[in-house]
């Protein structure tokens, strides 16, 4: 049986120097008999994957830039351009689609592309 509803994130701190927590709450709304197809993940480019693990982690946008070797500016064109291509309408939302869409793996810590599910940190090409 597979079940399906809906998925719901917010961050519980908008202090800027420290990790959020985040409230999650998952909301059943019904089960289906016939496991449904995983639509594909959107593709996205080496850098725009270390930018949603970050997100994914909690890091701010600064420090997203720090850890990527990006500007802050460089930084949010990566998250408009995911966000459009996901048409998620935030960060939250960005990283829920990613998680459900198999593009995060699952229970890594600190958060990581499914496809390489190793560490986030600076790329020696930066």
Not at 73 to 87: F, I, K, M, Q, T
Not at 115 to 120: C, L, M
Request: aromatic fraction near 4%; avoid cysteine.
């Amino acid at each position: 049986m597979r079940r399906h509803g809906e998925l719901t994130a917010g961050p519980l701190s908008d202090d800027p120097d420290t990790t959020p927590s985040l409230l999650v709450l998952v909301r059943v709304l019904g089960e289906a008999a016939q496991a449904a197809e995983r639509p594909a993940a959107p593709p996205a480019s080496p850098t725009e994957a270390r930018v949603r693990a970050l997100l994914a982690g909690g890091a701010t946008t600064p420090r997203a830039a720090r850890e990527t070797g990006l500007t802050v500016d460089g930084v949010n064109y990566h998250l408009r351009s995911l966000s459009a291509r996901w048409s998620a309408t935030g960060r939250t939302e960005l990283v829920a689609r990613a998680y459900a869409l198999g593009a995060l793996t699952p229970g890594a810590w600190p958060p990581a592309a499914a496809s390489t599910a190793k560490s986030v940190g600076p790329s020696p090409e930066v």
